[in-house]
């Protein structure tokens, strides 16, 4: 299992277009926090399938790491 999550990470950061070593640690932890926020809806909402609405939650977990992204990018920016 935790060699899923090593893959899991791994794809996450590449999907967030993080490349090289310079962010790395913030790349696993974004990623990290992604996948155990995800996990936890994704329980939630198979727990009580009539009752809890998992949607909005997404929607802000997406709009929340477009806005960390855009502030990492900046931050990268400034450094060069």
Known sequence: MGELYDWYRD??????????????ADAMALASMFIATADG?????????????AGPAFDLLRRTVEEVLDSMGAAKQEQE
Do not use: K, N, V, Y
């Open 11 to 24: 794809m996450m950061i590449r999907c967030f277009g993080f490349s090289g070593s310079g962010q790395a």
């Open 41 to 53: 809806l994704a329980i939630q909402q198979a727990l009580d399938p009539e009752g809890f609405d």
